[in-house]
């Protein structure tokens, strides 16, 4: 068990739903993230969070919202998805952003938009 | 832009074989290198992180090897087993402040057979 937990593993949504993604880390760290894993496509970056403030917005589009109540949970705010969007969406943790801080990862969610 | 390409995409062995995996990089501009196991429907689990001042980090049957200059990084796996068999992932991660921007290879998919 890696310490990051995500929820739900698998959700199905219509393009007019709104759902929300989950992370939660139980290891201590100061900063989180997401990534998105699309079938034959390298994982990307989408968001990072350093004690709760967002650092990093690598273009994500808008129909992406994250949020970062606290330094252990990180949420991804789902509206208007588009197909081209089902992937696997990774949340992972890390005691801070610098060079020598190993990144912890969760299981991810694997979103289908219909 | 950083691009990371690993090779093979996919390999499948024997048991027992000693077997290599490969992963080069664009801009050698690197704080670290990293190698990751994925197994089917779940997240990421991290083997070894080289820092760019090494030459080399090993964990039992696995040896990562990292020559940033000619941007290059290879992981030796002795004796594999099919226990062994997953995705292995390459990421890097770039100098100065890079918020923890992980760039990540597409991977190379592995098979071991009993």
């Known amino acids: 068990e890696t310490g990051v937990t995500q929820t739900p593993r698998h959700l199905v949504m219509g393009m007019t739903n709104k759902k929300s993604l989950k992370c939660e880390q139980h290891?201590?760290?100061?900063?989180m993230y997401w990534y998105k894993q699309s079938a034959k496509k390298p994982l990307e970056l989408m968001f990072v969070?350093?004690?709760?403030?967002?650092?990093e917005n690598n273009s994500v589009p808008s129909r992406f919202s994250p949020e970062c109540p606290n330094s252990s949970h990180l949420f991804l705010h789902l509206h208007t998805l588009q197909p081209e969007d089902s992937a696997l969406y990774l949340c992972?943790?890390?005691?801070?952003?610098?060079?020598?801080?190993?990144?912890?990862f969760g299981p991810g969610t694997r979103l289908t938009v219909t | 832009k950083q691009e990371v390409t690993q090779i093979p995409a996919a390999l499948s062995v024997p048991e027992g074989e000693n077997l290599v995996l490969n992963c080069s990089f664009t801009?050698?501009?690197?704080?670290?290198l990293q190698w990751f196991r994925q197994d089917p429907g779940k997240g990421l689990t991290s083997l070894l992180l080289?820092?760019?001042?090494?030459r080399e980090q090993t964990s039992g049957r696995l040896n990562a090897s990292l020559d940033k200059s000619s941007g290059r990084s290879t992981l030796y796996i002795a004796a594999s087993q099919p226990g062994d068999s997953a995705t292995y992932l390459c990421?890097?991660?770039?100098?100065?402040?890079?918020?923890?921007?992980?760039?990540f290879g597409q991977g190379t998919i592995l098979t071991v057979h009993p």
């Open positions: 992972a943790s890390s005691q801070g952003t610098g060079g020598i801080y190993e990144q912890y």
């Open positions: 290891l201590g760290h100061n900063a």
């Open positions: 969070y350093s004690l709760e403030e967002r650092v």
């Open positions: 801009d050698s501009a690197i704080y670290n």
């Open positions: 080289i820092q760019s001042s090494q």
């Open positions: 990421a890097v991660k770039p100098g100065g402040t890079s918020y923890g921007k992980l760039t």
